[in-house]
Every structure is written in structure tokens, then in C-alpha cells.
């Protein structure tokens, strides 16, 4: 059961029901690991802004990024909702693929997409957000708003100090990330803030099948450099 504004009440300096709480956030962190387990196959996270009907650049872009993704046998993950988001799930659904949406409670803009075969939806972002990180070999990025930049620098920040392996972050739309990324490279760079391994975790391109290719890549090297170890048979 959903409770409305439970994250305002939460980060209230005082709160009367922390138990409570607590005991709500925890369920929401159990029903999101289900959830990553039952997808059963490597996925890419796929964010972009919700703002963008069809026709748009930006959802044709992700809905071939949805396909093409699908079609290598990766699962495609977004936030659930409509958007880029939506075009995501859409080219994964309409290519047979697995399709993942890990929705949050909004008061406005936000509903569950229709091309689904896995929903959870979160009160809370940052149980969500474990949760696109957790079924993730790559994210893709499409334009977006504030959301979109925090997914951003949330991937970029866990990298950064280890808290996840490091895994590709590409960015979709040259004209709309160049200025970020000259700043990234002209501020935070220059003035020693981050490193140039930092900057390097981050790629540009218009091309989805390029976006697609670059987590394909990466994946198979990482799996090529540290194969799974076979399941043992129980002992008899």
C-alpha cells in the first residue's frame, strides 16, 4: 500500500513513526530485489525525460534503443513511466524482450507505461534508484530534466568511489550534452576535482545502435575478463 507523502513526513527533521517507516521502506527494498531477480538476464537502464510524446527525436531514439537492446538478450530497464521512458519498454516489448519499469509515486506526470512485463512502483527514490542501478550493465541517456541529471550524477558518483563496478554511461544527443560535458572538461576537470579516469566513464553519440553497442562491448569484456564460475553440484 502506497502512502502519499511519506518521504516529505520522512525528512522532516522530527518524525513520530520512524518504526513505521522504516518497516515501509524496507518492504519497498525487498519487493525491488524480487523484482531484479525474476529478470533473469543481463539489462541496460535507460532514463530520459517524461515530457516527450511520440514523434518526438528523443522517443525514437529510445524505442530503437529498446529494440536493439532486446534483440542482443538484454533486459531494458527504465523508471516506468511515460516519456522516453515509455519509448524504451515499447521497442523492448514490441522486439519480444524482456521489459522492466521501476515506477514511482508522483502527484502529477508520472503513470506506469503499458508495455511492461516487470512494474514495481516505489514511494521512495532512492529505493527505486538501487533498484536501476542493481539490474544495470549500462545506462543510455536521452534528454531530460533534473531527474534525468541526478540519475546521472548518482551513476557517476557510485563509480567514482567504488560503490559499483565501473560500467558505461552514454549520453544521446550530441547538441543537447555537449555544453555539459565542455564544462565537466573546462570546471570540475581543470580544477582537479575529478579525474581524467572520471571524465572517461562518459560517452557521446546521436547514433542509438552506437549507444547500444558501446554496454554490448563492455559487458563482454568484463565477462571475457571475469567468467562466471560454474555452479557445483551438491555434494552426494
Not at 530520459?48 to 537492446?69: C, N, P
Not at 565542455?182 to 581524467?196: K, N, Q, T, Y
Request: glycine share 10%; charged share 25%.
Amino acid at each position: 500500500m502506497l502512502h502519499p507523502g511519506e518521504d516529505r513526513r520522512i525528512l522532516e527533521r522530527t518524525s513520530l513513526d520512524n518504526e513505521a517507516h522504516a518497516s515501509r521502506i524496507k518492504a519497498q527494498f525487498l519487493a525491488g530485489f524480487e523484482a531484479v531477480d525474476r529478470i533473469g538476464r543481463p539489462g541496460a537502464t535507460v532514463f530520459g525525460s517524461a515530457r516527450v510524446a511520440e514523434g518526438h527525436a528523443a522517443y525514437a531514439g529510445a524505442r530503437e534503443v529498446g529494440r536493439l537492446f532486446a534483440e542482443a538478450g538484454f533486459a531494458v530497464v527504465t523508471g516506468g513511466g511515460p516519456g522516453v521512458m515509455e519509448a524504451a519498454n515499447h521497442g523492448a516489448h514490441e522486439a519480444g524482450g524482456v521489459s522492466v519499469g521501476f515506477n514511482i509515486a508522483l502527484p502529477h506526470e508520472q503513470y506506469e507505461n503499458a508495455y511492461l512485463d516487470i512494474s514495481v512502483t516505489f514511494e521512495h527514490f532512492y529505493a527505486r534508484k538501487v533498484m536501476l542501478v542493481k539490474a544495470a550493465e549500462g545506462f543510455v541517456l536521452f534528454p531530460g530534466g533534473f531527474g534525468t541529471l541526478d540519475e546521472l550524477f548518482e551513476a557517476l558518483t557510485l563509480m567514482q568511489t567504488d560503490k559499483v563496478l565501473d560500467f558505461p554511461v552514454v549520453l544521446v544527443g550530441r547538441q543537447y550534452w555537449r555544453g555539459l560535458l565542455d564544462w565537466i572538461h573546462a570546471g570540475p576537470l581543470a580544477e582537479r576535482m575529478i579525474s581524467a579516469e572520471d571524465e572517461k566513464l562518459l560517452f557521446l553519440t546521436d547514433d542509438p545502435a552506437e549507444a547500444v553497442e558501446t554496454v554490448l562491448e563492455c559487458h563482454e569484456r568484463r565477462c571475457a575478463e571475469a567468467p562466471l564460475e560454474p555452479v557445483k553440484a551438491d555434494a552426494q
